[in-house]
């Protein structure tokens, strides 16, 4: 679905934002919660909630100082119903894949995104059930779609469900991306900052891969790219994926496979380029890591595609009911209601 709005003044930052929720599910695990079920805008943390501790609470300092008791109450009893509807759709999807034992994990995923220079809004809404993506709802159609064909008993019923589709496209367009701006807003202090990477060449010994590894950057927008003797190197790279720190800030690996002989031979250098500026480290051979800040190279203004793509969830089985969205805007979280 993509609708063109009117957006007010005071966004944070050119690009694209998104607010999503996590949900987890997980069977088989005597040490982890049963639940949890994370909130983030532009992929930092906003909210968390687990099983164990049974409360919603703030992940930053401006989400509490600008939400009160009642929104947190709220919350908090949202997902504890979250929890036992997850409980209830990990035991009926066991059953009907006859399995008994091993651990098993269900998950959702649903939010929205805009772009405050063009005004696109999107929203995604995706199921999964050990470890495979199984459901998903395609906003632009407006129907359930089952990536790999499964025996889903309910997936017609729901896509028949007009009126619980048309509750989906006013959260989605509307009251998802009311509360994105509001927490935008409360936050624009912190998320407007810049935080530079620190940047690291890691070796083990003269077999294994060399891995660049980036940390501590603020906002997310990266590349990570490797030099060999000051050309451009591509061949057996591998780029990790984008991870958050508990602070906020992100990091992001990038491994490159290089024989003994190759690093005698060549200097490598790891190339990490964020908002303007460009960071080098060097490694050659075997010896210490050297790192040089270059300054301003390039302009980096990549907008993060957030969506399904990051999420990678499981799969699920069985027909459940999806979120009771709200049309009054009254929260800011959709709630997922399953039925057997």
Do not use: H, W
């Given at each position: 679905m993509i609708l063109l709005l009117l957006f007010g003044a005071h966004l944070v930052s050119a690009g694209t934002h998104s607010l999503r929720y996590v949900y987890t599910g997980v069977s088989g695990v005597n040490d982890f919660p049963e639940f949890t079920a994370v909130g983030q805008v532009d992929e930092g943390q906003l909210v968390y909630f687990d099983s164990k501790m049974m409360k919603a609470v703030p992940k930053t300092e401006w989400m509490r100082q600008n939400e009160g008791a009642d929104y947190w109450d709220r919350e908090t009893q949202g997902l504890t119903g979250e929890h036992q509807n997850f409980k209830n759709n990990i035991h009926i999807l066991k059953e009907r894949f006859n399995q008994t034992t091993g651990v098993h994990t269900?998950?959702?995923?649903?939010?929205?995104e805009f772009d405050d220079q063009t005004g696109e809004i999107n929203g995604f809404f995706q199921y999964g059930y050990d470890g495979e993506d199984f459901l998903f709802l395609d906003l632009k159609e407006m129907r359930w779609i089952i990536p790999v064909q499964q025996r889903i008993i309910t997936v017609d019923k729901w896509n028949n469900d007009r009126g619980r589709l048309e509750a989906f496209r006013n959260y989605f367009s509307t009251v998802c991306i009311e509360w994105l701006k509001k927490y935008l807003e409360y936050g624009k202090s912190s998320l407007k900052k810049t935080v530079s990477p620190q940047v690291s060449v890691l070796k083990k010994s003269s077999s294994s891969p060399v891995k660049c590894h980036a940390t501590g950057f603020y906002p997310k927008d990266v590349t990570i790219s490797w030099m060999k003797n000051d050309q451009e190197h591509h061949e057996d790279v591998e780029v990790g994926e984008l991870l958050p720190n508990e602070d906020g800030t992100f990091q992001k690996?990038?491994?490159?496979?290089?024989?003994?002989?190759?690093?005698?031979?060549?200097?490598?250098?790891?190339?990490?380029e964020h908002q303007g500026k460009t960071f080098?480290?060097?490694?050659?051979?075997?010896?210490?890591?050297i790192i040089i800040i270059v300054g301003v190279v390039l302009?980096?203004?990549?907008?993060?595609?957030?969506?399904?793509?990051v999420f990678k969830v499981y799969q699920k089985k069985k027909g459940f009911r999806p979120v009771n969205a709200s049309d009054d805007g009254s929260n800011s979280s959709a709630r997922t209601d399953p039925q057997a």
């Open positions: 269900y998950q959702v995923m649903y939010g929205c690996t990038s491994t490159l496979t290089v024989t003994p002989e190759e690093l005698k031979k060549n200097e490598f250098i790891c190339v990490v080098r480290e060097i490694l050659k051979d075997d010896s210490l890591p302009a980096l203004i990549l907008s993060a595609v957030i969506g399904v793509v």
